[in-house]
């Protein structure tokens, strides 16, 4: 089975950094996907770890450690436009590759 | 626009009635998928077609649930005497033959309120 806990909501001022915390436990890893979502719209993909490790992508980053499962994401530099639904999605299974996406964390942004 | 659609974005229909929903994936993606999100959580996988073979399947998918991918490229969702549970987001997702990336690229959803 799969168990997803990430914070519910969190709130940062605008230029700022915010961490979003992911633990999981699941069966047959195969990495693990953040996508952003914004209110009514569809899910847009943010970062991808396999390896251990931080993975940077502009104002973006993501670390995973597969032995303790765990991964965040690290929003630099906030923007107002970055106020969104962020999804950790471990990856389960070697054929299909099904995302198992925890319940998001909402982040306000504020100026 | 990741270059999937849904059709349609939106859709509401009473308790009882049939509802289907069609997507179309990017053109060179072979696999296919469809989620389900409720208000407040991540989307819940529903199953999984390979080119026109539906390979897995969500205990979520109930009975009056049907999916189909007839010629490998377009995919319908088939919902059955709907019930109000049924209203949620129903998004569609493609991703490119095994060996390439395994990012998925979701539609813009279609919205089902069942009154």
């Known amino acids: 089975g799969q168990n997803i806990d990430q914070p519910t909501e969190m709130t940062a001022t605008e230029g700022a950094i915010v961490q979003i915390n992911c633990t999981y436990q699941?069966?047959?890893?195969?990495?693990l996907f953040w996508y952003q979502q914004h209110a009514g719209e569809a899910p847009t993909f943010l970062s991808y770890?396999?390896?251990?490790g931080l993975e940077e992508k502009g104002r973006f980053s993501s670390f995973l450690s597969r032995s303790k499962g765990y991964s965040y994401l690290l929003l630099k530099e906030l923007q107002m436009k970055d106020s969104a639904s962020y999804l950790c999605?471990?990856?389960?299974?070697?054929?299909?590759?099904?995302?198992?996406f925890g319940k998001g964390t909402k982040l306000s942004v504020i100026p | 626009d990741t270059g999937v659609s849904q059709d349609p974005r939106h859709k509401i229909t009473k308790r009882g009635q049939n509802v289907t929903f069609r997507c179309d994936p990017i053109?060179?993606?072979?696999?296919l998928y469809w989620y389900r999100q409720t208000l407040g959580q991540g989307p819940e996988f529903l199953t999984y077609?390979?080119?026109?073979?539906?390979?897995?399947k969500s205990r979520l998918l109930s009975d009056r649930f049907s999916a189909e991918r007839p010629k490998g490229s377009f995919s319908t969702l088939e919902i059955q005497r709907t019930e109000q549970g049924d209203s949620a987001m129903y998004l569609c997702?493609?991703?490119?033959?095994?060996?390439?990336?395994?990012?998925?690229?979701f539609g813009p959803g279609t919205r089902l309120t069942v009154l």
């Open positions: 770890n396999v390896l251990d």
């Open positions: 077609f390979q080119n026109e073979a539906q390979l897995e």
């Open positions: 999605a471990p990856v389960s299974g070697a054929g299909s590759y099904q995302l198992t």
């Open positions: 997702a493609s991703s490119p033959p095994q060996g390439r990336t395994i990012e998925q690229f």
């Open positions: 053109s060179e993606h072979n696999r």
């Open positions: 699941t069966s047959g890893f195969n990495g």
